[in-house]
Nanobody
Framework: QVQLVESGGGSVQAGGSLRLSCAVSPFPYATFCMAWFRQVPGLEREGVASIDSNSRTNYADSVKGRFFISKSGKTTLYLQLENVKPEDTATYYC???????????????????WGQGTQVTVSS
């Protein structure tokens, strides 16, 4: 059972930057898709960015040009948040699937393994 643990959340002013990390426990597969999601209470969880074992990336339109996903091998996933806005306030989750990322929206049902989340609060 793979485990994921997010860190790096906190409070930041609008226009600022933050880097989220996700530590991933070892797994034996060469093919994977890792992703970041976010959720505001009362709303559906939203796919933010994904990266797969071929380093192909995908971003939600709402964060393109401001958020940047990267990974360090298979052990750590990152999300660099730049020029943050109050509407970026949410709990951010990392997730993993043992397949290449699908084309199109980053979808919750595609990911069987999740972290517990880290809170990001952006003040205006």
């Amino acid at each position: 059972q793979v485990q994921l643990v997010e860190s790096g959340g906190g409070s930041v002013q609008a226009g600022g930057s933050l880097r989220l990390s996700c530590a991933v426990s070892p797994f034996p597969y060469a093919t994977f898709c890792m992703a970041w999601f976010r959720q505001v209470p009362g709303l559906e969880r939203e796919g933010v960015a994904s990266i797969d074992s071929n380093s192909r990336t995908n971003y939600a339109d709402s964060v393109k040009g401001r958020f940047f996903i990267s990974k360090s091998g298979k052990t750590t996933l990152y999300l660099q948040l730049e020029n943050v806005k109050p509407e970026d306030t949410a709990t951010y989750y990392c997730a993993i699937d043992f397949a290449l990322c699908t084309v199109g929206p980053i979808a919750v049902p595609d990911f069987p393994y999740w972290g517990q989340g880290t809170q990001v609060t952006v003040s205006s």
